[in-house]
């Protein structure tokens, strides 16, 4: 199984416009690994992990192939992650000769939403056969492709419907976790019931608050990162054979990815940068 991080930001990216912030200026003048495009991942060419306004710039720049990716998964309604004005350039009136479809797996706030730009401009605008849409509920697992999914809570606002997911092929597995806060112990308790079937090989975790302390509701900072991590091993969830990565920073976090990676390199945690390859 490979993870690709096509973007790796909050809100605003890094550096954010309008701000004058001493991380947004470092960024720049850094460049490379410091510049940060909204959160977004590919698994193995074919599963995508949200649909957000960079989309497009990640699609010209990494120039993955659209017509292999069958469904994408959402993790919540805020437009960082979910976008779905841009998902209707799939229609024939955008994209020509384009036969493909691909089904975007949700929480109820991201459907309605969905629902309301396809809808919302005086009736069907006839996407139906370019854009699929399906509703998913915490601690259930679906079969979306060639994957077992795991849908979580997450720790964010209640209102979009905040979700992440475990993911397995049958012989590898990949929790994704982002704009969420510490885990709620019902997600614990799931997380090592889909462990008993094999530790996870790679976990990649929520870093908005980067060097900030103690960041526990609806993001993490990287001090309670290591806490999950660490709870991760004592429990059975992952091992030392366990690829932990921090990922979706913000200028709010202090800290550039220079910043952050010698400290992450002595707790051999693995600081994301946008198009970040891991095979594992």
Known sequence: ??????????FEGIPAMFCNCEVCKNAFKL?????????????NDDLLI?????TEIHYQTYRFDMDKIDNCLITHDHNDHFYPE???????????????????????????????????DGGPQ????????????????????????????????????????????????????HDSGYF??????????????????????????ALQKNWRDHHLSYDVDLEIFGRMKKEGIADENTKFVVNHFSHNGGANYDDLKPIADKDGVIVSYDGLEIEF
């Open 1 to 10: 199984m490979k993870i690709k991080y096509l973007g790796t930001a909050a």
């Open 184 to 209: 709620f112990e019902e997600t614990w308790q799931a997380l090592k019931e889909f462990a008993k079937t094999g530790k996870f090989d790679l976990v990649s975790c929520d870093c908005t608050g």
């Open 50 to 54: 949200d649909f957000n306004p960079d």
């Open 86 to 120: 841009d998902a209707l350039m799939a229609g024939n009136d955008y994209a020509k000769q384009n036969k493909h479809k691909m089904t975007y797996w949700a929480g109820r706030a991201a459907i309605r939403h969905a629902v309301i730009v396809e809808y919302g």
């Open 31 to 43: 460049g490379g690994k410091n510049i940060r495009t909204r959160s977004s991942a590919l698994i």
């Open 126 to 177: 006839n996407f139906e056969n370019v854009i699929g849409l399906k509703e998913v509920e915490a601690y259930k697992t679906y079969k979306i492709g060639k994957y077992d999914v795991l849908v979580l809570k997450a720790n964010h606002q209640a209102e979009t419907t905040p979700l992440f997911y475990a993911i397995s092929d049958g012989k590898k597995k990949l929790l994704y976790a």
